[in-house]
């Protein structure tokens, strides 16, 4: 992929009205394209917020007042001189200067065509540009903080040392092919082998980064399930703080999945209420209840909810056994009528509010649980698939030196495996794969 040498513009704030409105163009041109429509009676001093009038250079007629900021190069964030007008925020003006740079010759920019050409121009790696995206899509000012340390090159930081290994191996073993009738001693393999395992550990962890990853960038869904009239839909209800679900004292009324989003621990967490769990022969009730088990299936998380009042039955106490290996929690609900419960689980009253402050943290602490802090994380598949491909090639390595193959095959799958890591902040990635990742930008970013 090439940078083309047109000058683009966008609006860059949301559509619709407001108080100020944002055109930015950035290019060679990006300054003296729009001079004429402004009143500056001098050009204006670098990275310097200027105030102006825009006018009609048509009629004479001023449209607006605004301030007019210039970036130039390199120092701006697409690396090109760019040019930022921020004027007041009505459609009309922000399209009439959107107009004038057209007609002066810029070209509308294409969604996320600016960080393509910060990336193009070397201001940010692959990783950082995702993360731009990641940061405009935030839902919980949590998620904004991980895109924003992926902004400042978390991962690429987290990457750098295992990739300067690799390209170490790689140069060492190179040596040892080129200068092999010099007779330089080629590395003994289990020097090899060590080398490998030094590059292979940390991408591990990286890749397992991902499960936790995955849910911070998209969040997770909750199913809450259990026996009728457990609770369920009043927990629900308490969690999302508003009266979503239908609660009555008959068992059997949720029948269909109630799907609501909120969030939780800085998390965006879709809940799921579900129907009661319990044999029935009322065809819509089992429909639901079908539909309760595939939610079982697969959520991230799984709420037991249990009445207090009573000991696990036989059906509850498979279900929890069931969930051992997942992620999960037991509620014994509607302590309010058995305040002496001393049965393990969470104690919560959904009519009372009573323990629903600690199931908020017990499900925060779930999910954020063997994560601690780490930096650097797998977010997107895209950057999983490159650490599995570069561990997958890593493995044939391995084999390779095992199977005493030829160095020459060994570095076939080191170059591959370098390549992958390449591909994770795009130091040579192929103009297809950038596509596809600029596109989901909006235009004007
Ligand atoms: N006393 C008390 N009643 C509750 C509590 N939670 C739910 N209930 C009542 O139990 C009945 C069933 O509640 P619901 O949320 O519909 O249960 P679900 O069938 O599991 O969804 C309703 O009459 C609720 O008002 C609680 O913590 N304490
Ligand atoms: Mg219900």
């Known amino acids: 992929m090439t940078l083309d040498q047109d000058t683009i513009v966008a609006i860059a704030t949301p559509p619709g009205r407001g108080g100020i409105g944002i055109v930015r163009l950035s290019g060679t041109t990006a300054l003296p394209l729009l001079l004429p429509i402004l009143t500056l009676d001098s050009p204006p001093s670098p990275r310097e917020a200027r105030f102006t009038r825009i006018k009609d250079p048509s009629t004479g007629h001023l449209i607006d007042e605004a301030v007019v900021t210039f970036f130039p190069a390199p120092h701006s964030y697409t690396g090109e001189d760019v040019l930022e007008i921020a004027s007041h925020g009505a459609p009309v003006v922000l399209d009439f200067l959107v107009q004038s740079a057209l007609e002066a010759g810029a070209r509308l920019a294409r969604p996320g065509e600016f960080t393509q050409r910060a990336f193009l121009n070397q201001r940010l790696d692959l990783t950082q540009a995702e993360a731009v995206r990641d940061l405009i899509e935030a839902q919980t000012l949590h ?54 395992e030094r590059i292979t550990r940390p991408l591990q962890a990286l890749e397992a980064s991902f499960a936790y990853g995955r849910i911070l960038h998209s969040g997770l869904t909750l199913a809450i399930v259990g026996a009728p009239n457990a609770g369920k839909s009043s927990l ?56 309760s088990h595939e939610a079982l299936a697969t959520a991230d998380l799984i709420l037991l909810v249990t009445d207090s009042g009573q000991p696990l ?4 106490r498979t279900l929890l056994e069931s969930l051992a290996a997942r ?99 795009g130091a040579t990635t192929s103009g297809d794969i950038l596509n596809l990742i600029f596109s989901t930008f909006c235009i004007g970013k």
């Not at 967490?269 to 079908?290: K, N, P, Y």
């Not at 039955?313 to 509850?316: A, K």
């Not at 058995?338 to 104690?347: A, Q």
């Not at 509010?353 to 797998?378: D, M, V």
């Open 143 to 196: 998620q904004a903080r991980l895109a924003a340390e992926q902004l400042g090159g978390a991962l690429s930081r987290r990457l750098a040392p295992i990739k300067q290994s690799l390209i170490h191996l790689i140069a060492a073993l190179e040596a040892g092919i080129d200068f092999a009738e010099d007779d330089i001693d080629v590395l003994p393999d289990h020097e090899i082998l060590s080398s490998l």
């Open 236 to 291: 629900f209800n308490r969690l999302l703080d508003r009266d979503r679900a239908i609660v009555t004292a008959t068992p059997g009324t949720t029948r269909d999945l109630i799907t609501e989003h909120t969030a939780i621990g800085g998390i965006p967490v879709q809940l799921i209420d579900t129907a009661g769990l319990r044999q029935t022969t009322d065809e819509a009730e089992s429909l639901g209840i079908a539909r």
């Open 327 to 425: 992620p999960h929690l037991l509620i014994r609900n509607k302590v309010d009528l058995h305040p002496h419960c001393t049965e393990p689980g969470l104690s919560t009253s959904a009519l009372t509010g009573t323990g629903i402050e600690a199931l908020r943290n017990a499900i925060a602490a779930q999910i954020h649980s063997g994560s601690a802090a780490e930096s650097g994380l797998l977010t997107n598949r895209r950057q999983h698939h490159a650490i599995t491909q570069s561990l997958a090639s890593l493995a044939e390595a391995r084999q390779a030196v095992h199977h005493r193959l030829p160095h020459e095959l060994l570095m076939i799958n080191l170059y591959a495996a370098l390549q992958a890591l390449d591909e994770l902040t």
């Open 313 to 316: 039955s036989p059906d509850e």
